[in-house]
């Protein structure tokens, strides 16, 4: 049995928070599901404003996106979280839940009146934990938590949405080295073995070109380059999106190379 | 089989948890209730049933009141993410009031009113303009700085101070001095069935309301941005909530004028108690509230009959309360900023 191929198209996409000063100038996008994608780019060069758009948070001046062939501005907000999960940058939660309530506020969409968890809940919950090794921490509290504890929380919270586009922003700019590749390793398994279009937003070239399946490079708000990491990551383009010379350090065997800024 | 992944999600909230914590607060409000009918300076013997009939009205506008305010103040705090907002500090009551008060000035200049506009429709309108003023002034781009939401609540009150000032001066004394009185916040005996049958409708309607918001605000604490991709209408939400919040206390404010502060320091308290879950909170909230301010109203009659003073406003009582709880609340938060 194979399941249904999900796709999240974005077509000439334009978005601009004030006129005339365009963030996203005809940006095409593809995330196709079992693909893990990274978004790469400067600061500035419209990535998180794509991502937001994507989410459905921005509603964009020009051009369409579709999730499997339909207007995401025509699905209800449920009927859109069913559909697609979100991880921010920065795990906060105003409110002291233990990480099962939190992990469990991902079933919002799918729950009846009061969103109370029925039996069906708690068992996706329950698979979503185990997927990120957050079951040990079920009953501490995200303040309770390292940062690369409290973003796999965030992630099983997604999970729990049971969607079949997942949009990571930056999910590790704030962790160590060990987290970073845990994280990575998560995501590339989420799409590969759970058949998600994995959508990440990242400053690390290095992990991205070496996890991902597709790589999205972005400056000044238009796409640069896209496709394999192996047709992405070229010095010249490189070059122009980030402005800075960059050199590629060959790796042995079938490793991608190593991109160093001078 | 003991499944061990499944001992990790014991403990979470579930429809027979609820409904157990509801009949039991539910019980004990009703002894509440009965216990403090009894309390007062005539001995139980010399109490007549007119006089024990009369007390029990009074106790439950008292619980009404209490109830709502105390659920207006848990959905504004958990739809605001600030454990200093409710109705009082924000100006919704005073907006109420000025409602309340403008409907009295014109009965006195032009004669009565018709029906539809009477006390309760202003009120209503007054603490909804106030609702709408303070969000507007304080949020940018759906965006709330929580300082500048207290501060525009500040401003609002004072504003609606000013306003009752200036009515005060253009209608006759009599007037006004009934009103001075019901502005502290204070239960009387004298509530029609009508008024009372009204105010708890709307009030129950309204937590209702709320209670199946409950998992919506849980979800908000982890930002608009996740709230929203979880299915949360967060635009929708606050409009529905600031609407409901407006009736709810538009109802607590007819019975019993500007009770301030219960709506902070009630659902604080139950949420130190019974933990975040704004599901769990609003039931915990609405019945603890009318505990608390039937317990306070009694506290301020038995004081007024030994004092003989008459009765003391139960405002005066719970502001004194009030006053010093939310300094130490924003305290500990500077405190929390600062580290």
């Known amino acids: ?39 790469l780019g400067r600061n500035g060069s419209g990535k998180t404003t794509l991502l937001r758009c994507l989410l459905g948070w921005l509603r964009p001046g020009a051009g369409t996106i579709l999730l499997d062939g339909k207007d995401i501005a025509r699905h209800s907000r449920k009927a859109l979280a069913r559909l697609l999960a979100y991880v921010p940058q920065f795990p906060a939660s105003t409110f002291a839940f233990p990480v099962r309530e939190l992990v469990l506020m991902g079933r919002f969409a799918h729950a009846g009146a009061l969103g109370l968890a029925g039996e069906q809940d708690l068992a996706v919950a329950r698979l979503a934990m185990e997927m990120t090794h957050t079951e040990e921490f079920a009953d501490r509290t995200l303040d309770e938590l390292s940062g690369g504890e409290a973003q796999c929380v965030m992630i099983a919270r997604a999970l729990a949405q049971q969607p079949s586009v997942l949009l990571l922003d930056e999910p590790t700019s704030h962790l160590d080295i060990a987290n970073q590749l845990k994280i990575y390793r998560m995501m590339q398994r989420l799409a590969h073995d759970w058949e998600m279009a994995v959508v990440c937003v990242s400053h690390d070239v290095n992990l991205a070109a070496r996890f991902a399946d597709e790589l999205v490079l972005m400056r000044d708000g238009e796409v640069v380059a896209s496709g394999p990491p192996g047709d992405v990551v070229r010095e010249d383009l490189l070059a122009r999106a980030y402005d800075v010379r960059v050199e590629l350090i060959a790796r042995p065997g079938d490793e991608p190379p190593m991109i160093w800024a001078h | 089989m003991s499944d061990p992944a499944s001992d990790n999600l014991r403990g979470t909230l579930s429809a027979k948890k609820l409904v157990l914590t509801g009949a039991v607060l539910l019980l004990a409000t009703v002894a509440v209730l009965g216990a403090c009918s009894l309390v007062g300076v005539i001995s139980l013997g010399d109490l007549t049933p007119l006089v024990w009939k009369t007390r029990l009205v009074r106790l439950t506008v008292a619980g009404v009141v209490g109830a709502a305010l105390a659920t207006a103040g848990m959905a504004l705090q958990g739809l605001l993410r600030n454990p200093l907002a409710e109705p009082y500090i924000l100006g919704i009551s005073s907006g ?17 009113l018709p029906k539809w506009l009477s006390g309760p429709t202003l009120a209503l309108a007054g603490a909804a303009v106030t609702c709408g003023a303070v969000y507007g002034i304080a949020q940018r781009r759906g965006r709330l700085d929580p300082y500048v939401l207290l501060l525009s609540g500040v401003i609002v009150n004072a504003f609606n101070g000013a306003v009752m000032l200036s009515i005060y001066l253009f209608v006759k004394p009599y007037v006004v001095s009934g009103f ?15 008024m009372l049958l009204t105010a708890g409708a709307c009030v129950l309607a309204g937590w209702a309301v709320l209670l199946a918001r409950g998992a919506a605000f849980n979800t908000l604490g982890l930002g608009d941005e996740v709230a929203a991709t979880s299915g949360v209408p967060v635009h929708w939400l606050r409009v529905e909530t600031f609407l409901v919040v407006s009736l709810m206390t538009a109802a607590a404010v007819t019975l019993a004028g500007p009770v301030g502060f219960v709506g902070l320091i009630v659902p604080h308290v139950c949420r130190l108690v019974v933990g975040p879950d704004h599901r769990r909170l609003a039931v915990v909230s609405a019945l603890v509230g009318a505990m608390f301010l ?20 139960v405002g005066v009582l719970t502001a004194l309360c009030g006053g010093p709880f939310f300094i130490a609340l924003l305290r500990g938060r500077l405190k929390e900023h600062r580290r």
Do not use: K
């Open chain 2, 180 to 194: 001075m009185v019901w502005a502290m916040g204070n239960l009387t005996d004298n509530v029609s069935a009508g």
């Open chain 1, 1 to 39: 049995m194979t399941a249904p191929q999900h796709v999240l198209q974005a077509r000439a996409l334009g978005f601009e928070y004030r006129p005339a000063q365009p963030v996203l100038r005809g940006v095409d996008f593809t995330a196709a599901a079992g693909r893990f994608t990274c978004i």
């Open chain 2, 294 to 313: 039937m317990i306070a109203d009694t506290l301020c009659r038995v004081v007024g009959e030994l004092l003989n003073a008459g009765d003391l406003p």
């Open chain 2, 96 to 112: 109420a009031g000025v409602g309340v008060l403008f409907g009295l000035a014109m009965a006195d200049w032009w004669g009565a």
